[in-house]
């Protein structure tokens, strides 16, 4: 049995601190896209997407302690939390389980700091882009009928 299309859409938001409000930041994604999920592979589906920030900060300079970038649950409806995150069958209440993580050993969940999750902090240049790499595991072995599914989920940048 082989699933096909497997996306993770990632929303943004900024959210500016009152000290540096008026910068002008943008945030922008790539979905975590997983191929086709197959039942009977041994080996998990992984996949990789993309936050990128820009800024440009008012004078005098950019603020001292760098952004902090995070990752809401997500949309799908789920209990317990981050751990796993769940995907929603496209047409079905089907849900496939997943992650996204800060590291290639995908070792680290990528959250909002809270349920053993980790954030990502750097600072970011006037007019040089802050570029991270998300990286998305699907577990092997979920007993899940073919589809699409899909989950949103929204990038909030704090300084």
């Not at 992650?99 to 980790?118: E, H, K, P, V």
């Not at 009928?145 to 989920?153: A, K």
Request: hydrophobic fraction near 35%; charge should be positive.
């Amino acid at each position: 049995m082989k699933s096909f299309a497997k996306i993770l859409a990632l929303a943004c938001i900024l959210a500016p601190g009152a000290v540096y409000s008026a910068a002008t930041c943008g945030v922008s994604t790539t979905s975590v896209v997983f191929p086709g999920y197959d039942v009977f592979v041994l080996t998990p589906n992984d996949s990789t997407g993309t936050i990128t920030v820009t800024c440009d900060w008012p004078p005098p300079s950019p603020p001292t302690v760098p952004p902090t970038v995070t990752i809401s649950i997500g949309a799908s409806p789920i209990s317990g939390g981050v751990n796993p995150r769940k995907m929603k069958h496209s047409s079905k209440s089907d849900l496939l389980n997943y992650n996204l993580f800060t590291d290639a050993a995908r070792s680290a969940i990528w959250g909002d700091g809270t349920q053993g999750t980790s954030t990502v902090s750097k600072k970011v240049n006037k007019n040089k882009p802050w570029v991270s790499t998300v990286y998305g595991r699907v577990p092997a072995r979920q007993n899940v009928p073919v589809g699409l599914y899909s989950d949103t989920l929204t990038v909030t940048i704090m300084w």
